[in-house]
Each structure stands twice: as structure tokens, then as C-alpha cells.
């Protein structure tokens, strides 16, 4: 088991917990209070069935790139999990747009500029990956984690309320 450190704060530290379980990977989310117990699955769930599936898929495709990197995979194993956790997030930006749009979301453009500027560092991080044979490393995989965990936790939060408070009353 390996754990990874992703942020430290006032109150708590943030980890990655990988788990290996018969050759596949698992990848926990854990926040450790200062002074007390872990605190295990953070705000992945925002009672959205879609939003929650999609940000599911882009966890098992982090979990995959973090296990091709743990293996020392070689580089087209690594490029093609790579790209496939990129697609996974495009693809999902692309839905939780569209559902902004259905309801005349009006933060959306906040919101989408996060995710274009997100999309802009995976994009280079690909390209320096693909022309420079730049290595992606687990600082990238733990810098993409705190990024997500931190805008599903403000950004999608947010927008999941608004989109369920327009559902219950339209
Ligand atoms: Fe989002
Ligand atoms: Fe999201």
C-alpha cells in the first residue's frame, strides 16, 4: 500500500491511498485530522447520478495512469492512459456545460474558465509527455487529484445544488 501526499492545511493533511488488490489498483481519498481519525471518501458524491458517474470514470482513469506509472510502464501504455484520462474529463466538462446551459446557470462562465484553464495544463502536460519525453510523475497524478478534488468540492458542489434546486422546482 502506498500512500501519497497531497496537500497540507491548518487543520488536516490530504492523502492518496493506493491499494493493490490482485494486480488492480484503488485509489483512496483520505483526510487525516491533525488530532484525530481519517476521514475516508470526500465529496466525490453530490447527489447528481451523471456528474457522479462521470467524476467516478475520471477517478478509475487517474487510478489507471497512477498504476502504469507505479509498474514502470512503458511509454505507449502510459501515453494511451493517459490520453484516456484526458478524454474522461473532456467528455465530462462537456456535460456538465451543456447541463449549466439547460438551466441558465448563471455562474457559468466561472466555471467554465476553470475548466478551459484545466484543460490548457493537460493539454501541455500531453504534448511535453508525446515531443519532449517529458515523464509524467506522481506529482503531476497528485497535483490532477487536488485540482479535482478541490473544484468538486467548490466549483461542481455548487452547481450540483443549483441544478437539483431547478430540477425540484421547474
Ligand atoms: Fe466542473
Ligand atoms: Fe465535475
Redesign the pocket.
Known sequence: MRSILVGKFSNYTLKHELKHNNGAGHIKMIKEWKNGMPIVGLPEILGNLD?DS??RKVSDALDALLLSLTYNANHNTVLSTLVELIDSICR?FQT?EYMMLSIKYDAIDAHKKEHEEFMNLLWSILFNFETNNEQITTDTLTMISFWKFD??STF?KEFVEAYQYYLRNN
Open positions: 456528474i462521470d467524476h465530462h456538465e473544484h468538486i461542481d
